[in-house]
């Protein structure tokens, strides 16, 4: 199999995203797999809109969410809930466990109020990781490289987090993806991802402003 093209976006905004940027950061962390508010739900309909055109040529053929809600909520969002699509769960691409808005949901919970959504591949029902380090982070990051080139697909969307994919791309910082950017990179079999240069989409008008307070 050779070289994979892969279409990286970060969830809609969640009321945690808010929090952190308001600096209150005890009660960020404090929220429990937390879903898209109204703004995330509007980034993620407007990215929707925006990257239907793109689709045509990219031809689609898997996408891959983490388990977490405001994850699965932007991949119905984004593709809708009945999307021509396969679409399967994976545990591998979710954030970096540091508090509570970072552990999902059980996986009988999860699944029931996803019911149209493989969760096949989640084995354990509290399949995150608490408290993670860098080290597990970056094990979890490898993993996930050889799980997308084990995929007989080659044009994949994964629906993830801004930590998990800033250290997926190797960018040295926090978090380089705003909520429900979609970046396009390119997989080698070596693992390497860089930018293709292709699809770029930003639905975030504040985030470079909030990078920068």
Not at 60 to 78: G, K, N, Q, W
Request: aromatic share 8%; proline share 3%; charged share 30%.
């Amino acid at each position: 199999m050779g070289k994979k093209e892969i279409l990286l976006i970060r969830h809609g905004q969640g009321d945690h995203n808010r929090l952190f940027a308001e600096n209150r950061t005890e009660e960020a962390l404090a929220l429990r797999d937390p879903a898209l508010n109204d703004i995330g739900i509007q980034q993620a309909e407007n990215l929707g809109v925006k990257l239907k055109e793109q689709l045509r040529k990219f031809d689609l053929e898997l996408i891959i969410t983490s388990p977490m809600r405001r994850t699965l909520m932007t991949t119905d969002h984004v593709f809708g809930k009945e999307t021509s699509y396969p679409v399967i769960v994976s545990s591998i691409p979710t954030e970096m466990g540091h508090g509570e808005c970072d552990y999902g949901s059980k996986k009988t919970q999860i699944s029931k109020d996803f019911p149209h959504r493989d969760f096949s591949l989640i084995e354990s029902e509290e399949w995150w990781t608490d408290l993670e380090t860098q080290e597990h982070l970056e094990q979890r990051v490898e993993d996930f490289k050889k799980f997308l080139n084990s995929r007989p697909e080659s044009r994949i969307a994964v629906v993830s987090h801004g930590r998990f994919l800033t250290e997926l791309v190797g960018i040295g910082q926090f978090c380089a993806f705003g909520n429900c950017d979609c970046k396009q990179y390119t997989l080698s079999k070596d693992g390497t991802l860089t930018d293709s240069g292709g699809i770029f989409i930003r639905v975030d008008n504040l985030w470079e402003k909030w990078q920068k307070s």
